[in-house]
Structures are given as C-alpha cells and as structure tokens.
T-cell receptor
Framework: AQSVTQLDSQVPVFEEAPVELRCNYS??????LFWYVQYPNQGLQLLLK??????LVKGINGFEAEFNKSQTSFHFRKPSVHISDTAEYFC?????????????FGSGTQLTVLP | NAGVTQTPKFQVLKTGQSMTLQCAQD?????MSWYRQDPGMGLRLIHY???????DQGEVPNGYNVSRSTTEDFPLRLLSAAPSQTSVYFC?????????????FGPGTRLLVL
C-alpha cells in the first residue's frame, strides 16, 4: 500500500513570486508519480507525471516537478505564478506492479495567488 | 468528444433513500473508476473497472455498488444513503492497461444526504 503526504494544506503567494508545493510518499514498491490540479467546481486535470528517466519533469506554463528517490519526494515548483494558477493541487502515486490504475492521492494543497 | 460526463451535478437525498450516479465516457477507455472527495482527505477510490463486465473494490467500497455492462457507462449506486456519504463524487477513465495512463476526470456530482 502507498500513502501520500502533502505537507502544506494552504499556500498563499504573491503574483510573480516563485512557489514550491511539497509532496512526500511512502511505498514498499516502485511507483509512478503525478500532480493534478483542480479549479473551483471542476474535475481534476493532469499537470505532470513521472514514469521513469530524468528526475526533473517539465510541464506546460512553466510548471515542473522533481523526483527524489532517496527522500521519497516529488515536489512541484513554478518560478513565477499568476492569478490564474489559484487552484487546489493534488499529488498522487500509483503502483508500478498493478494492472489497474489505482491512484492514491494526497490531501491537497490550496494555492492562492495574491495580487 | 465530450470526455467524461456525470449526472446529476447536484443531489439532495434523505437518509435511507437510494440513487444512481451516472458516468459516461466517449473515448473508448477500458478503465473507469469512482472516487469520493472529502475536505482535507483528497480523493479516495470507491470502485473501479478494467473493462465491461469486470469491477473491483477500491479503498472505500462499503455502501456502494457498481456494474459495467458497456465500455461507455459506469454507474455508481447508493443502496441506502447515509449522512457519511455526503461528498463530491468524481468519475474518471483511462486508456491503457498499465498504470502510466493519464486519468480523465468528470466534473463531479455533489451529494448531500440529510
């Protein structure tokens, strides 16, 4: 079984400032790692995923996340945030061995970008 | 493509009532799943299906039933609603058999059980 801990439930940040959202996971097997975003009253959308290879994963709009196996972390970063980035962000993992896509989610981090 | 659609968007039930949450996808995805989202707890998997006629339990299956008679549809049934089932329910689908596939989420159904 896996578990995911998102270390901050709320992150307020001023527009154009950098932000890091922290995610740690626990698993006895190798996992795939994901970041999803949820805008108000909408479903979740995939932002980034780490499957293998380079530990730095880059997404659209300047988002990136870095996998650190020794620290079992997958922290999410953006060098300069915009008001439109205000949303809830979820880190998730899935078991590499499994034949079905059972995602285990963290509790979420509400990112609020202030003008 | 409409993607993943869910109906209804909102529902209020009384304790003991039953209802079915509908989920449909038009992407010919094999894998579909139901999650519930509660404040401070993220999303938790209720049931999932890897294809028509095949379903299995997730982390929190009690009080819910599912069936998968077609590739497109994956309804979630509440047999006897309880206040603890007040939540936001999301349906998701994914295309490939491995665990690497992106999951596509519907807009959610907000359920209040009185």
């Amino acid at each position: 079984a896996q578990s995911v801990t998102q270390l901050d439930s709320q992150v307020p940040v001023f527009e154009e400032a950098p932000v890091e959202l922290r995610c740690n996971y626990s698993s006895s097997v190798s996992v795939y790692l994901f970041w999803y975003v949820q805008y108000p009253n909408q479903g979740l959308q995939l932002l980034l995923k780490y499957l293998s290879g380079s530990t730095l994963v880059k997404g659209i709009n300047g988002f990136e996340a870095e996998f650190n196996k020794s620290q079992t972390s997958f922290h999410f970063r953006k060098p300069s945030v915009h008001i439109s980035d205000t949303a809830e962000y979820f880190c998730a993992v899935s078991d590499k061995r499994g034949s079905a896509r059972q995602l285990t989610f963290g509790s979420g981090t509400q990112l609020t970008v202030l003008p | 493509n409409a993607g993943v659609t869910q109906t209804p968007k909102f529902q209020v039930l009384k304790t003991g009532q039953s209802m079915t949450l509908q989920c449909a996808q038009d992407m010919n995805h094999e894998y579909m799943s139901w999650y519930r989202q509660d404040p401070g707890m993220g999303l938790r998997l209720i049931h999932y299906s890897v294809g028509a006629g095949i379903t299995d339990q997730g982390e929190v299956p009690n009080g819910y039933n599912v069936s998968r008679s077609t590739t497109e549809d994956f309804p979630l049934r509440l047999l006897s609603a309880a206040p603890s089932q007040t939540s936001v329910y999301f349906c998701a689908s994914s295309s490939d058999r491995g665990t690497t596939g992106t999951q596509y989420f519907g807009p959610g159904t907000r359920l209040l059980v009185l």
